[in-house]
């Protein structure tokens, strides 16, 4: 079962450069999450989705955009890519709305902006 | 806003120690916890939770327990092994009752040396 796959594993990306960085669940679950973990810090939301076609904004969007055709792909978009966008990305899945309910997560995303 | 306070790491002990990562909050009414732990190189996983006062959440030989007069959750573990050796977040919901959102503490490193 592969759960929650993120690719890449790694990049870097020169000031400016626009990327995607991809994420697949299989599990059906309809709510999916972006977060980006800053070093020593904890993990902090950039956008969620609760189903295809629906995203909102977390707590910190701004330099991202996502989009959300299907359940299982929730892909998220860097357009001009900045220093302060160095950080790793992981994307979750939830089964339901609750977050009493397990979080899936992806293996992360290492994104370096030089 | 809701936030969760971690004790500071790196925490270093040795196989078979006992374990306490201090874990306080703020929250306008009752949120659910968590504790989640990320080993190197991988994405989170929950390791344990509690949706309400008194319960204790528990996996693994880890154990936290909700405590709204104190408003904290701290992860204890009665003999530690070197395979629990990672980062280890607390979390909780934002707003409290069954949210999309989560919000993280900055982590806490534990080494455990044989």
């Known amino acids: 079962n592969a759960g929650v796959t993120q690719t890449p594993k790694f990049r870097i990306l020169k000031i400016g450069q626009s990327m995607t960085l991809q994420c697949t669940q299989d599990?059906?679950?309809?709510?999916m999450y972006w977060y980006r973990q800053d070093p020593g810090m904890g993990l902090k939301l950039i956008y969620y989705?609760?189903?295809?076609?629906?995203?909102d904004k977390g707590e910190v969007p701004n330099g991202y955009n996502v989009s959300r055709s299907t359940t299982e792909d929730f892909p998220l978009r860097l357009e001009l890519a900045a220093p302060s966008q160095t950080s790793v990305y992981f994307c979750?899945?939830?089964?339901?709305?609750?977050?009493?309910?397990?979080?899936?997560f992806g293996p992360g995303t290492r994104l370096t902006v030089l | 806003g809701n936030s969760v306070t971690q004790m500071e790491g790196p925490v270093t002990l040795s196989e078979e120690a006992f374990l306490t990562i201090n874990c306080t909050y703020t929250?306008?009414?009752?949120?659910?916890l968590f504790w989640y732990v990320q080993y190197p190189g991988e994405g989170l996983q929950l390791l344990l939770k509690?949706?309400?006062?008194?319960d204790k959440g528990s996996n693994k030989g880890f154990e936290a327990t909700y405590r709204k007069e104190t408003t904290s959750f701290h992860l204890e573990k009665g003999s530690v092994q070197v395979s629990d050796s990672a980062v280890y977040f607390c979390?909780?919901?934002?707003?409290?009752?069954?949210?999309?959102?989560?919000?993280f503490g900055k982590g806490t490193k534990l080494t455990v040396n044989p």
């Open positions: 989705s609760v189903g295809a076609g629906i995203t």
């Open positions: 979390a909780l919901t934002e707003p409290p009752g069954g949210s999309e959102k989560l919000v």
């Open positions: 509690a949706t309400k006062a008194d």
């Open positions: 599990m059906n679950h309809n709510y």
């Open positions: 979750a899945s939830s089964p339901t709305r609750s977050i009493a309910d397990t979080q899936y």
């Open positions: 929250a306008t009414g009752y949120p659910s």
